[in-house]
Every structure is written in structure tokens, then in C-alpha cells.
């Protein structure tokens, strides 16, 4: 089969390259290929095993090289699961170009001893840009007032209504989730005059920053929540009705983790009933689809899951994957390991 399968597919470029290099499987193509090239990124160190580009369905496109690739490249929109790496009996790593590894099921590459590598720090500067910038706009309605200028309002019905903007400064800002975003969240926000507060899987003793291991205690002290944890089973609609209710009316939440942290229909339900003040939403729970109720809604602010997407973080996160895989294929110490079987 496995020939019959190479006469039909130039998917990782046979031709050309040397049928002794490491073979990594690419399923989909993840987003920093569009933005910085395929010739930059995939380096010629590899056969790039591009599955999306070969004729034959996925499951015998994947039998033909099962004994042979080694290597898994990844993002978010291709998840890599027990019944694919049962597939693929040679794979001892998984790099997934992106921070989050929700959709990598850790559990079994931990089993079958196959170490993963994520996206690093190399997305904290723009993840924490994109929060805060989502919760000033929440709070000060630019995109809001925007809209009100371009729709020519401001002509037809005077000022933009004072009443519902807020000011930033002084504001207590709960950072759910302190790792390499939620730190810079927290620098940006002391910068601007913040209160910060925060819960983590574990209090940070080099930090002074009040901590709260319950969640619904944090929503309880705060006048924003930033949402900025990894999604995982513990952290799956972890922020519920009972944390909308600590928040309260005056409370605005921003997510720039995963969509299902937060109970999405709840909060739908919060922000049409005005049981929290608004949104400032990056990710939501069943992509690309996002409540239609929100987009009346002008104390929220939606962002089509682009927060940490800039060209200077996907040129930093196309050497980490390269230098992720260096370091693998040279038995040296991964550079950003979530595991290291
Ligand atoms: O959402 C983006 C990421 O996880 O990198």
C-alpha cells in the first residue's frame, strides 16, 4: 500500500528530499504558515509530511507513513488524540504551535512516552496587549464610540452617552491564570494604575499580588476578571454562574484563554440581563460560531480568536518550533517542554 500510496502522493516533497530525514506530520496547516511562508518555516531538515495536500484520505494517507513519522507539528485546529497516535506507533514528539494544548491529549502521550512542546512565552507580550486592550475597550466603549461616529450619530443624536464609559485607573483587576500572559497582564496593568489580584493552580511566593485559590472569592474582590488559564477538565466552565454572581453588575470579564473556561451560555445570560457590565471576548466555546446575542450587545467587544497573532510572535514562534525540533532530533534538552517523557 504504501507504495501504491507513494506513486499517487508528493505530500513532503519525496522528490527532492532525502527519504532518510526525520519525518514530522503536519495535519493542518496551523496560522503562523500563511503569515510567514512555508519556505521560512518548514525547515529542510525535515520531510514535512503535509497531510491537507495529499490525494488520499487522511486515515490511509496516515497508515502509508504510520512506521515512519516520528514528529507531530500542530495547532489548535488539529487535535492529536489517543485513536491518532495509536496510528502512529514511531512519534515521540508533539510540537503544537500554539500555547494552549487543550486539543493535544496529554494523558496519552504521557503513556506512550511522547514528549510535547508548545508555543513557550514567545505569544505573552501580544496576548497580554490584546487583554488589556480588550478591557479598555469594554470599560472606555472605543469600539462602541467608533461605531457611534461612523453610523453618523453623533450628527443625528448628540454626544456619546458620558454615562457608560469607566475609567480604568484604580480598578481591581483579577487575573485568572498567572503564567507567562497573566504576568505581563499584570505589569501592563500596575503600569496603568491597577489593582491587581489574582488566582493560579498555586500561589506565586516571589510575587505580592493578593491571591485567592477560590476563583468566585477573586470575581468577589474584583471589578474585572481576566481570563488567561490553560482549558483543561479542572478549568472547563470554571467560571460559572456563581463567579458571574461574586462579579456582579458593575463587573466586565475578558477572555483570551479558551472559550469553554467560561459557561458561555451563562454569560450570554449575564450580559443580556445586565448582571455584569460587559465583555471582552477573543475565544469562545464553539469557534468559529459566536452568540448572536452578543452582537447587540455594545458593552461587548468581540475578537475573532487573534490575540496573540502578530508577525514579530510568529517569526519568534517559527525558531522555537525549529529549535524544539533541533533539540529533540539531537537528544538535547527541549526548549519549551509542556512534557519531557
Ligand atoms: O490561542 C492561541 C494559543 O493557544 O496559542
Keep these: 500500500m504504501a507504495d501504491q500510496e507513494e506513486e499517487q502522493d508528493n505530500t513532503g516533497d519525496q522528490n527532492h528530499k532525502p527519504q532518510d530525514l526525520p519525518q514530522v506530520l503536519i495535519l493542518k496547516p496551523p496560522p503562523v504558515l500563511s503569515v510567514i511562508g512555508e519556505e521560512s518555516f518548514l525547515s529542510n531538515k525535515y520531510q514535512f509530511l503535509k497531510a491537507w495536500e495529499s490525494p488520499l484520505p487522511l486515515h490511509q494517507f496516515l497508515t502509508a507513513h504510520a512506521g515512519s513519522i516520528q514528529a507531530i507539528l500542530c495547532s489548535g485546529a488539529s487535535p492529536v488524540t489517543d485513536d491518532l497516535l495509536q496510528l502512529l506507533p514511531s512519534v515521540r514528539l508533539v510540537v503544537t504551535a500554539s500555547a494552549g494544548t487543550n486539543h493535544i491529549d496529554l494523558e496519552a502521550c504521557h503513556r506512550r512516552g511522547i514528549s510535547v512542546t508548545n508555543a513557550g512565552n514567545v505569544?505573552?507580550?501580544?496576548?497580554?496587549?490584546?487583554?488589556?486592550g480588550l478591557l479598555i475597550d469594554v470599560l472606555r466603549k472605543i469600539t462602541a464610540s467608533d461605531r457611534y461616529v461612523r453610523q453618523g450619530l453623533w450628527v443625528s443624536?448628540?454626544?456619546?452617552?458620558?454615562?457608560?464609559?469607566?475609567?480604568l485607573r484604580g480598578k481591581r483587576v483579577g487575573i485568572?491564570?498567572?503564567?507567562?500572559i497573566g504576568l505581563e497582564i499584570a505589569k501592563r496593568l500596575e503600569a496603568l494604575g491597577c489593582n491587581v489580584l489574582y488566582t493560579s493552580?498555586?500561589?506565586?511566593?516571589?510575587?505580592?499580588?493578593?491571591f485567592y485559590s477560590d476563583?468566585?472569592?477573586?470575581?468577589?474582590?474584583?471589578?474585572?476578571?481576566?481570563?488567561?488559564?490553560?482549558?483543561?477538565?479542572q478549568t472547563r466552565h470554571m467560571i460559572d454562574k456563581d463567579v458571574f454572581s461574586a462579579l456582579g453588575k458593575e463587573g466586565v470579564i475578558v477572555n483570551v484563554g479558551r472559550g469553554a473556561i467560561v459557561d458561555e451560555k451563562e454569560m450570554v445570560r449575564c450580559l443580556v440581563h445586565g448582571e455584569i457590565a460587559g465583555a471582552g471576548l477573543d475565544v469562545f466555546e464553539n469557534e468559529p460560531d459566536v452568540p448572536k446575542e452578543l452582537f447587540e450587545l455594545d458593552n461587548v467587544v468581540l475578537s475573532p480568536h487573534r490575540a496573540v497573532f502578530t508577525p514579530e510572535s510568529f517569526m519568534a514562534l517559527c525558531e522555537l518550533v525549529v529549535g524544539n525540533l533541533e533539540a529533540f532530533f539531537s537528544n538535547k534538552p527541549l526548549?519549551?517542554?509542556?512534557m519531557d517523557v
Design 123 to 132: 505569544f505573552s507580550d501580544d496576548g497580554a496587549d490584546a487583554a488589556v
Design 157 to 167: 443624536e448628540g454626544d456619546y452617552p458620558l454615562g457608560s464609559k469607566f475609567q
Design 176 to 180: 485568572v491564570g498567572l503564567g507567562g
Design 201 to 210: 493552580r498555586k500561589k506565586k511566593t516571589f510575587l505580592s499580588y493578593p
Design 215 to 233: 476563583v468566585c472569592q477573586l470575581a468577589a474582590h474584583s471589578d474585572a476578571l481576566i481570563i488567561c488559564c490553560a482549558l483543561t477538565d
Design 335 to 338: 526548549l519549551s517542554p509542556v
